[in-house]
């Protein structure tokens, strides 16, 4: 330091007084490495903090789009198709006509180019009046004039240059006319869907004014030419009797058919094969003044319908099991979301391939929302007055929209987390297939349509509920032995006893969970009541002695040395024990008694009494066990700490009280333990955190199910364990394993707040016993 | 009481002292009971008791080490019916190795004098009625109760012979194997830039010479003892025969001498801790787990030790007093009660994932190309295990470092610096001797956090089964980036991963046994410490 090396201006200090030079290097780049090392250890902690939250902010942003490079095809376009990469783009116009155009600057062409035209052979008189395009399976139908349809695919064969450059080449299949719906009548609309159990090729044609749909399933054998004739298809009607058909929407799956009227009624009919059955119909915006549906939607998955009226109102319904007016429980459709309202009359819904987003065009404004949740990801102004079509690209990656002035704009999604949300996390969601909103961690499935649950509330619920019981068990058990311990046992006793509770606190919690699970559960589930007869008596019979002790002659209690009672209440706290134990059939037959439900006997247990009177079920790994274990973890931190302040109470004030007249315990409960009690509390609270983060006990000793139930008798999963059990399958980067990574944010935020409270109180505690 | 009171009725209270106690007494009891649980079970899968032969009023006939009794589910808890558990081995004929028994079937229980157990490689022991055996010089010898002797020396040479052929393959082979892949990056990357290849490719072609070479010497040591055999007849008179190879001890469970169970219970202790398991872990040794969780901990140890003692003395002598600091201690110590799992978060996110990653990516980006993008530091590893304890037990080592050095009494701290010294010869020649005890305290109950922690060491790198230790002989030695075994690890995937639960249940008591020995003893190492040092600072506040 720099006043050691000061010299006295005056008088020069002779050489022996002099600190030799290593010295005072070696003292001021230790100083500095130290004060280097130390900030770098405490910035390393705060970071650490600092990482967490990084890996957990993505969740929270929005969808990030970012325009490419229009394409602008003729004005004439009414839909339009793409390859995977969006090189090369087409459009469809009224007459059938495919027109291709290079979307980036290849070696062949510029971009913009046309590269191909290809237009469909017609025989003579008949005239495309219905065209449909699906980019994604690159597919074209196209409806006649005469009925029949057209489908056309449009494939993309890659050519690689010397360079390694890519050049995508058009490959037109089409398939002859075949006729699907009445002869000589136009086709007014056609659909192509390919199903998992067959293609099914829809149109709608209209006579006197009467629409009617055909269907027909397509194999996907080649069909016979047979001279320019189209072969008829065997074709099926659905839905012949509508009036005022409006929209059709067909399921990818191909085994329904959603027709929309114009007075907005939506009906539902299923199609098995070739057999049609109608399923259910609804009206969505019944209770509005303009019930009519300005646009619907088909959610990925198949069985979430979004729907706008004009007004703006936006809502969403799903099938789910209902309980019909017989008592039967059947899939039908019902409204699962009310969104928020659009910016106008909804022009159109168009759902993304993989996640459950969706992009609506309303009142000027595109935007992309998510079914789920209904948080907004996207929202800009729409780039032309009508949108004629819109595709996100397979991967939720690319966003195609054509609009009415023939310009093919296009958007880079960067989205990742579009299932996650605040609402997500928190909120209470009404799943798909559901049928009441709930809060549920449901986090993989095997199926793509899985909509991902990722609600930390059960899992908050399951910590809360494990901390719960554990304190429940461990408070009392660790402040009676912290009070006893500090005030009234025999110092010399108190050497051992405090190093043993501390062992208690190094067992490592996996033997603890182990022997929870394996040897704990097993025999709490043969003698349950027994055990909670045994832990009932205990508190009795302790007091039971007491007070027969303070009956006794002074003679005799002055052969119980203070500090000594608790081995004279062993025996007869064991006795209890064993007398509430073998007492406990006669308890279980006289008050537990249930029919069995299997033999129709009575039987006297109290599992199936458990379960048939409380209406929850009962599980062996349950939270007595967890909660009893984790006792086990907590008591020695919650005894350590209160203990400390128990005794750290100043002599004068235990003194004082003494001589005043007051007994041991009155002193004990009237002074020490007030003075003490914000270190109680402190002691509670680091056993609290404790609990919280517990997790190889939990892991093990529980069933690790999500569930929200108070059931003492049933299992949780909690933050800790979720944790454990699944981030080693997660994928980096996923929603899962940020999901995952915002639980352990919680925890970490849950028990750094609570621990310090406590160090503050602690704190608090130390300043107060200075003043005394 | 100190004043004479001529009012003989008890004190106002009493009771309540009374029923203080009671959780001292509910606290004690559950630390007896559960030391005493595991002490029982762990030492009893050692222990080999007598064999009976059971006959059941079915007809059925077992014969096996009894595992368990317990109280049959279905019986109502007023008259409970208790049930049985065997272990009968022999599990390619018996299909399951252990067997429940319905007590009141039992008719009958022999314990026959030449009934033998034997513990095997493979498929679970074996209790046997032995009729003879084949040596490994092909002599067939009619077993009697004189003939034991030599069953034990076909045992033993069975042994050595394992024990030879598991240096050749293990060590030999392994060592070959690592070399020839490495050596065949190098041929791929060689191909890759287009360099020249014969060398590397002679240089395969040598190492395959040299792995074939190994086979077969490995083949010539297996014939040695391929005629040794035992013969034998099992509880339901099927006969069986046991290739000695297989066999790894034979004892006559009923026809024992007090001595010779204690040396069985000995010989399995050893085998225990010094040999490898086998069967799935659930049986043989430990060896890689107590191997794997001391590397760990001594590696976390020197991790922690110097960070946590720079950060403490930076914190205690100097950083500036103030707002900041307080805010930065209680951060620190809050730090000790984030639950474990968050470490294992931030060890998987940050080290594993980022830190790892980049290393690969930037040293080992040959290896990540020609090895199918197998990454070496971008998984989880020892090196990531310890760092991750480290950090979790940082705050334990600071905030024992700091307290040490506050007990060092004002005085003598002023005394040094009165006398010419520096601040850090201060700190080096007088802090840090008297804090020492204080220290070596704070890295003892950090070792011990971390010898038992295992939720944060599931996310960073530890296995069920590691094929080779984290330090052995091959270069470089010291494998930072292997994944390895741990004993609380091992706790957790015999206990609830094994798809034998009832033949994992002995091992796990044992291997619960031996974690808490050693969390217990490192505990009461430091509790040791503490109380001696408490003695000596008497009066400074701890």
């Known amino acids: 330091m720099s006043e050691n090396t000061k010299h006295p201006p005056d008088a020069p200090t002779p050489a022996r007084f002099q600190v030799s030079r290593f010295t005072l290097l070696a003292d001021t780049w230790m100083g500095r490495l130290i004060r280097f090392g130390g900030v770098s250890v405490v910035a390393a902690v705060i970071g650490m903090l600092i990482f967490l939250v990084c890996q957990v902010l993505p969740l929270f942003s929005g969808a990030k789009l970012e325009s490419l490079t229009p394409v602008t095809f003729e004005s004439t376009a009414q839909a339009?198709?793409?390859?995977?990469?969006?090189?090369?783009?087409?459009?469809?116009?009224?007459?059938?006509?495919?027109?291709?155009?290079?979307?980036?600057?290849?070696?062949?062409?510029?971009?913009?180019?046309?590269?191909?035209?290809?237009?469909?052979?017609?025989?003579?008189?008949?005239?495309?009046?219905?065209?449909?395009?699906?980019?994604?399976?690159?597919?074209?139908?196209?409806?006649?004039?005469?009925?029949?349809?057209?489908?056309?695919?449009?494939?993309?064969?890659?050519?690689?240059?010397?360079?390694?450059?890519?050049?995508?080449?058009?490959?037109?299949?089409?398939?002859?006319?075949?006729?699907?719906?009445?002869?000589?009548?136009?086709?007014?609309?056609?659909?192509?869907?390919?199903?998992?159990?067959?293609?099914?090729?829809?149109?709608?044609?209209?006579?006197?004014?009467?629409?009617?749909?055909?269907?027909?399933?397509?194999?996907?054998?080649?069909?016979?030419?047979?001279?320019?004739?189209?072969?008829?298809?065997?074709?099926?009607?659905?839905?012949?009797?509508?009036?005022?058909?409006?929209?059709?929407?067909?399921?990818?799956?191909?085994?329904?058919?959603?027709?929309?009227?114009?007075?907005?009624?939506?009906?539902?009919?299923?199609?098995?094969?070739?057999?049609?059955?109608?399923?259910?119909?609804?009206?969505?915006?019944?209770?509005?003044?303009?019930?009519?549906?300005?646009?619907?939607?088909?959610?990925?998955?198949?069985?979430?319908?979004?729907?706008?009226?004009?007004?703006?109102?936006?809502?969403?319904?799903?099938?789910?099991?209902?309980?019909q007016s017989n008592g039967q429980s059947l899939r039908r459709w019902g409204k699962i979301h009310d969104c928020e309202a659009l910016a106008g009359a909804g022009k159109g819904i168009f759902p993304a391939v993989g996640n459950k987003c969706y992009l609506t065009v309303a009142g000027g404004r595109m935007q992309i929302r998510n079914m789920t949740n209904g948080s907004l990801r996207w929202d800009a102004p729409a780039p032309a007055s009508e949108i004629r079509q819109v595709v996100f690209s397979r991967n939720y990656d690319r966003l195609t929209v054509l609009s009415s002035d023939g310009v093919l704009r296009r958007w880079s999604i960067e989205d990742h987390h579009p299932e996650a949300s605040w609402n997500t996390f928190f909120g209470k969601i009404w799943y798909e297939g559901a049928s009441a909103p709930a809060y549920t961690w449901q986090s993989s499935s095997g199926a793509d349509e899985f909509e991902a649950k990722y609600s930390l509330v059960p899992l908050l619920y399951g910590t809360i509920k494990g901390t719960f019981y554990a304190l429940l068990f461990a408070i009392p058990i660790a402040l009676l032995a912290a009070i006893y311990v500090s005030q009234f046992l025999r110092p010399e006793l108190k050497k051992i006893i405090k190093p043993t509770m501390e062992i208690m606190a190094s067992l490592p919690s996996v033997v603890l969970g182990f022997l929870a699970g394996l040897w704990l559960a097993p025999i709490v589930d043969a003698n349950l009541l027994p055990l909670i007869c045994l832990v009932a008596a205990l508190a009795p019979a302790a007091l039971t002695a007491g007070f027969a002790w303070s009956s006794l002659p002074q003679p005799i209690r002055r052969k119980v040395g203070p500090g000594w009672e608790f081995a004279y209440l062993i025996p007869f706290v064991v006795f209890c024990g064993w007398l509430a134990w073998q007492s406990a059939p006669l308890i279980e037959s006289t008050f537990f008694s249930v029919k069995d439900v299997a033999s129709g006997q009575t039987i006297s247990d109290f599992r199936e009494w458990w379960r048939q009177n409380s209406g929850w079920s009962y599980d062996s790994r349950n939270s007595l066990v967890v909660g009893f274990v984790m006792g086990f973890a907590v008591i020695p931190i919650v005894f350590t700490i209160a203990e400390d302040a128990l005794?750290?109470?100043?002599?004068?004030?235990?003194?004082?009280?003494?001589?005043?007249?007051?007994?041991?315990?009155?002193?004990?409960?009237?002074?020490?333990?007030?003075?003490?009690?914000?270190?109680?509390?402190?002691?509670?609270?680091?056993?609290?955190?404790?609990?919280?983060?517990?997790?190889?006990?939990?892991?093990m000793a529980t069933g690790n199910t999500p569930v929200m139930e108070a059931n003492p008798f049933n299992g949780m999963r909690t933050l800790s364990a979720n944790i454990a059990v699944e981030l080693p399958e997660a994928a980096v980067g996923h929603t899962h394993y940020r999901a995952l990574f915002l639980g352990a944010c919680c925890l970490f935020a849950l028990t750094f707040v609570i621990n310090t409270f406590a160090e503050i109180l602690r704190q608090r505690l130390r300043e107060r016993y200075k003043v005394v | 009481m100190t004043q004479p009171n001529n009012d003989t009725s008890a004190p106002k209270g009493e009771p309540w002292v009374w029923f203080t106690s009671l959780g001292l007494i509910v606290g004690l009891t559950m630390v007896a009971g559960l030391l005493a649980l595991v002490l029982y079970n762990g030492f009893s899968v050692f222990w080999a008791p007598p064999v009976p032969i059971v006959k059941l009023s079915d007809g059925t006939v077992l014969m096996g080490q009894m595992a368990q009794r317990r109280v049959r589910p279905d019986s109502p808890a007023s008259q409970p019916k208790y049930e049985?558990?065997?272990?009968?081995?022999?599990?390619?004929?018996?299909?399951?190795?252990?067997?429940?028994?319905?007590?009141?079937?039992?008719?009958?229980?022999?314990?026959?004098?030449?009934?033998?157990?034997?513990?095997?490689?493979?498929?679970?022991?074996?209790?046997?009625?032995?009729?003879?055996?084949v040596n490994s010089k092909g002599q067939r010898v009619l077993f009697k109760k004189e003939s034991f002797g030599d069953l034990t020396r076909e045992v033993e040479y069975a042994t050595e012979i394992r024990e030879e052929l598991n240096t050749i393959q293990r060590q030999k082979i392994g060592a070959v194997n690592a070399k020839m892949e490495s050596t065949r990056i190098d041929l791929r990357r060689a191909e890759d830039r287009g360099e020249p290849t014969a060398e590397i490719k002679t240089e395969i072609a040598a190492l395959e010479s040299e792995f074939n070479q190994l086979r077969e010497q490995a083949e010539k040591v297996k014939e040695k003892d391929a005629l040794a055999k035992i013969e034998a007849r099992d509880a339901r008179g099927r006969d069986v025969v046991l290739p000695m190879a297989t066999i790894v001890r034979a004892w006559l469970p009923n026809d024992m001498s007090a001595w010779d169970r204690v040396s069985l219970f000995f010989s399995r202790l050893r085998e225990f801790l010094f040999d490898e398991p086998r069967e799935a872990n659930t049986e043989g040794g430990?060896?890689?787990?107590?191997?794997?969780?001391?590397?760990?901990?001594?590696?976390?140890?020197?991790?922690?030790?110097?960070?946590?003692?720079?950060?403490?003395?930076?914190?205690?002598?100097?950083?500036?007093?103030?707002?900041?600091?307080?805010?930065?201690?209680?951060?620190?110590?809050?730090?000790?009660?984030?639950?474990?799992?968050?470490?294992?978060?931030?060890?998987?996110?940050?080290?594993?994932?980022?830190?790892?990653?980049?290393?690969?990516?930037?040293?080992?980006?040959?290896?990540?190309?020609?090895?199918?993008?197998?990454?070496?530091?971008?998984?989880?590893?020892?090196?990531?295990?310890?760092?991750?304890?480290?950090?979790?037990?940082?705050?334990?080592?600071?905030?024992?470092?700091?307290?040490?050095?506050?007990?060092?009494?004002?005085?003598?701290?002023?005394a040094s610096l009165a006398a010419g010294a520096s601040k850090w010869q201060t700190i080096r020649d007088i802090l840090l001797p008297a804090s020492a005890p204080g220290i070596l305290t704070g890295v003892i109950l950090a070792m011990a956090r971390g010898a038992g922690e295992v939720a944060p060491l599931m996310l960073v790198g530890v296995v069920k089964l590691a094929p080779t230790l984290p330090v052995d002989m091959v270069e470089p030695f010291l494998h930072f980036d292997r994944k390895f075994m741990h004993l609380g690890f091992h706790i957790y995937d015999l206990g609830f991963q094994s798809p034998d639960s009832d033949a994992a249940r002995p091992m796990v008591f044992a291997t619960t046994l031996l974690l808490i020995i050693l969390v217990v003893c490192l505990n009461l190492g430091a509790i040791t410490i503490r109380n001696r040092l408490r003695a000596r600072y008497k009066g400074a506040s701890f």
């Open chain 1, 647 to 699: 005794s750290n109470v100043p002599d004068a004030l235990v003194s004082g009280s003494l001589a005043l007249g007051a007994s041991r315990w009155q002193t004990v409960w009237s002074v020490v333990v007030p003075t003490a009690i914000s270190g109680i509390v402190s002691g509670i609270m680091i056993g609290f955190g404790r609990a919280v983060g517990e997790t190889m006990i939990v892991v």
């Open chain 2, 286 to 414: 430990l060896m890689p787990a107590i191997f794997g969780t001391l590397v760990m901990t001594v590696f976390m140890s020197l991790m922690v030790t110097p960070f946590g003692v720079i950060a403490a003395i930076y914190l205690r002598e100097y950083a500036k007093d103030g707002v900041v600091l307080r805010m930065v201690r209680i951060c620190v110590n809050n730090l000790a009660g984030v639950p474990s799992i968050v470490f294992g978060v931030f060890g998987l996110g940050f080290f594993v994932y980022v830190l790892g990653g980049s290393i690969d990516q930037l040293f080992f980006s040959d290896q990540l190309k020609y090895n199918n993008n197998t990454p070496v530091f971008g998984t989880g590893g020892l090196l990531w295990c310890s760092l991750t304890l480290a950090l979790m037990t940082l705050p334990v080592v600071i905030v024992a470092t700091e307290e040490a050095l506050s007990a060092v009494p004002r005085g003598i701290r002023e």
């Open chain 2, 84 to 133: 049985r558990q065997y272990q009968v081995g022999l599990r390619e004929l018996n299909g399951a190795s252990y067997v429940w028994a319905d007590e009141a079937k039992i008719v009958q229980e022999d314990f026959p004098a030449q009934t033998m157990g034997l513990e095997r490689m493979e498929n679970g022991p074996a209790f046997v009625t032995p009729i003879a055996f």
């Open chain 1, 80 to 323: 339009f198709g793409e390859d995977e990469y969006g090189e090369l783009p087409f459009t469809c116009d009224a007459t059938g006509t495919l027109i291709f155009r290079r979307a980036y600057s290849g070696s062949a062409s510029a971009p913009g180019a046309v590269v191909k035209t290809w237009s469909p052979a017609l025989a003579p008189g008949q005239k495309v009046t219905a065209l449909r395009t699906y980019p994604r399976d690159g597919l074209v139908v196209l409806g006649l004039s005469d009925g029949s349809v057209i489908e056309v695919k449009v494939s993309y064969k890659i050519a690689f240059d010397e360079k390694g450059g890519r050049t995508p080449q058009p490959q037109i299949i089409a398939i002859p006319a075949q006729q699907l719906g009445k002869n000589l009548l136009p086709c007014l609309d056609v659909w192509s869907v390919k199903g998992p159990n067959g293609h099914l090729v829809i149109c709608r044609q209209q006579e006197a004014g009467r629409d009617f749909l055909t269907a027909a399933r397509l194999t996907e054998k080649p069909v016979q030419v047979v001279q320019g004739l189209a072969p008829a298809l065997k074709s099926f009607s659905i839905a012949s009797d509508i009036p005022d058909l409006e929209r059709v929407l067909v399921p990818s799956t191909a085994d329904s058919v959603i027709v929309i009227r114009k007075d907005g009624e939506v009906r539902v009919y299923t199609v098995d094969e070739e057999e049609v059955t109608f399923l259910q119909s609804f009206r969505p915006f019944a209770s509005q003044p303009d019930s009519r549906i300005a646009a619907a939607g088909l959610i990925f998955g198949n069985v979430s319908l979004v729907v706008n009226s004009y007004s703006g109102v936006e809502e969403v319904w799903s099938i789910y099991p209902q309980v």
